[in-house]
């Protein structure tokens, strides 16, 4: 079985406000879920902050899927990841 990454159409972006703190772009959360749908098995990586907003959004929005997250991994690059992992 072969391994891929699922990117949303559009790049993320995050919403300015006053704090200057920008919240995640929950949008772009809905269309990385949007094209997970379908997806057995989950692995989610990426840097700390990244992974864990699209955890808690899952666990929010998306209940459905959490059964399907088989693993996180905190992965900085792409280049960190080992093991064979086609990136498309």
Do not use: C
């Amino acid at each position: 079985m072969g391994t891929s990454v699922v990117k949303p159409a559009q790049a993320p972006h995050h919403l300015r406000k006053g704090s200057g703190h920008a919240p995640e772009d929950q949008h772009y959360y809905h269309e990385v879920v949007d094209a997970l749908r379908g997806v057995k098995e989950i692995l989610i990586v990426g840097p700390a902050d990244a992974k864990l907003n699209l955890i808690k959004h899952i666990h929010h929005h998306d209940h459905d899927l959490v059964a399907n997250i088989v693993g996180v991994e905190t992965v900085d690059h792409p280049s960190d990841v080992r093991g064979g992992m086609n990136f498309v």
